[in-house]
Every structure is written in structure tokens, then in C-alpha cells.
């Protein structure tokens, strides 16, 4: 299995969230505060997405990643093989999104004389508070919806990507860096418009724990939600997750191609 992929995604991964960090800084209320937790969890995962992505391909078209601007895989495949580094990517996920949606929702204020500290003193203490007081399944809360926004939102990622690429590229030839930039950008943003809708619910799961409200499932959340909030509430963030997505994901992809290229 190519490993190259890996170290590729994990690297532009790292540095897409270096470019991503003040957004997330002002999403997260300045909770979420610190390189090292998002280095350990989001590069980790940008790495499985990209190494999944690219051996699946592999299975899927017998081409290695040199080889697919002369023999471009179908769209079918690219769909697939997104859709796969999603599902993966999920999972690995969930822990480290679980944490950061609990930081991100404390509201505790925070260093005020007087003021009760907050509940969770960083990443370490939230990932022990909750595998002590509910289990180690208790750190995959909102894994499922975390998988459903992940797996078909991932297969529209690369599609994008790739049909932007192939438009501004002709045949055979590597789409240059401005391309890349523009495709990379675009692949994030779509990505992030259609996962919007299922990024609220997930979050919303993930509180459950947390808050008053129990949720029966999925369904219950998304219903319940539209009831109480309108049907708006779908795309709550959305203004932020694609003011952040374009040039996170631009770097991403230009990265992770200047990397496999200059290795071979
Ligand atoms: C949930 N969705 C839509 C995505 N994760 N999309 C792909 C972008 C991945 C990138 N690391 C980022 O954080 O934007």
C-alpha cells in the first residue's frame, strides 16, 4: 500500500489548519485555543482521508496517483473513492470532533475572579471527563452523524476537484498551481455547503450529553430542530464554514500536490 498519500495529507492537512486556525479561534470563542490539538487530530485525519482516497482509487482503477493525468479515473471512481476516505475519516474523527464541539459550546466565562472554572480545562481533561462519566462509546456521541455528513460530502470534495481541475487542464498535462488553488478552494466550499445541514444536527448529538435535551435519534434531532427553529437553522455557521473552507482547502490541495510531485 502507498504510503506516500499518507504523509502528503497529513503535511498539507497541517498546513491547511495553520491557515484555518483564526477561523476556527473566533468559531470556537477562543476555547479551542493552541496548535497542538488541532495538529494531532486534524492533520491526522486529513492524512487518512487523502491515503484512503488515493488506495482506494488504486484498487478501483489499478493507477497509481503519476498516472491518472494520462489515464483519468471516471468520475464513478473518484465518487467512490471519496466517498470511502469519508466514511474512514469519520470515524477517526469523531473522538476529536466530540471534543472540540464540547469546548467550543462551554460558556462558562473563563479567568473571571470569582467565576466558577470551566468545565472542561482543555482537550485531555474534556477526553477523560467523558470517558469517565460515560464510557468509551461516550467519545463516538454523533459518530453516525458525523459519518453521514462525511462519506457523501467527501465523494462531492474530490469530484469537484477533479471536474475543475480537468475543465482548466488539457489532457494529460498536471493542472497548474493557480488551478489547483482555485480547484482545492471550490472542492472545500461545495464540500461544506452541503455538509452544513448535517454538521448542525451532529453538533447538536454531540451536546446531547451535555444539555437537558435527549434526542431519540438522528431523525428526532433534525425534526425536533426544524420544529423549534425553522427550517434556517439547517445552515446555521454557514456563513463561517465557507469563509474558512476556500482557502483551507485551496492550501490543502496545493500542498499535497507539490508534495507527491516533487517525491515522484
Ligand atoms: C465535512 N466536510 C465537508 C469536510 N470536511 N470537507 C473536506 C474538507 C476537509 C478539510 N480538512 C477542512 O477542514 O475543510
Known amino acids: 500500500m502507498p504510503v506516500e498519500e499518507f504523509v502528503a495529507g497529513w503535511i498539507s492537512g497541517a498546513l491547511g489548519l495553520v491557515l484555518g486556525h483564526p477561523f476556527d479561534t473566533v468559531k470556537l470563542l477562543g476555547f479551542f485555543k493552541g496548535m497542538s490539538f488541532p495538529i494531532a487530530s486534524i492533520a491526522v485525519v486529513n492524512s487518512v482521508l487523502f491515503g484512503v482516497y488515493s488506495n482506494a482509487l488504486l484498487a478501483l482503477t489499478a493507477t497509481s496517483h503519476q498516472e491518472r493525468r494520462a489515464q483519468p ?45 470551566p468545565r472542561y480545562r482543555g482537550p485531555v481533561h474534556c477526553a477523560a471527563s467523558i470517558f469517565q462519566a460515560e464510557g468509551p462509546r461516550g467519545l463516538f456521541r454523533g459518530a453516525w452523524a458525523l459519518t453521514l ?21 488539457p489532457d494529460g498535462q498536471n493542472p497548474s498551481s493557480a488551478t489547483v488553488l482555485v480547484a482545492g478552494g471550490f472542492a472545500g466550499l461545495t464540500s461544506w455547503v452541503t455538509a452544513t445541514p448535517l454538521d448542525v444536527i451532529k453538533s447538536r448529538m454531540q451536546m446531547a450529553g451535555l444539555k437537558q435535551r435527549v ?48 517525491w515522484g
Open 73 to 117: 479515473p471516471s468520475y464513478t471512481h473518484v465518487f467512490i473513492a471519496g466517498c470511502t476516505g469519508g466514511f474512514l475519516q469519520a470515524y477517526c474523527l469523531a473522538p476529536f470532533d466530540l471534543i472540540k464541539v464540547r469546548l467550543q459550546n462551554q460558556t462558562e466565562p473563563r479567568a473571571k475572579l470569582g467565576s466558577p472554572p
Open 215 to 262: 434526542y431519540r435519534g438522528l431523525l428526532d434531532c433534525m425534526v425536533s430542530s426544524a420544529r423549534q427553529e425553522g427550517l434556517g437553522v439547517f445552515f446555521r455557521g454557514l456563513t463561517i464554514n465557507s469563509a474558512r473552507a476556500f482557502p483551507v482547502n485551496a492550501v490543502t490541495f496545493l500542498s499535497y500536490e507539490y508534495l507527491l510531485h516533487s
Open 149 to 169: 455528513r462525511d462519506t457523501p460530502t467527501m465523494g462531492i470534495y474530490f469530484v469537484t476537484y477533479e471536474w475543475l481541475c480537468r475543465q482548466s487542464t
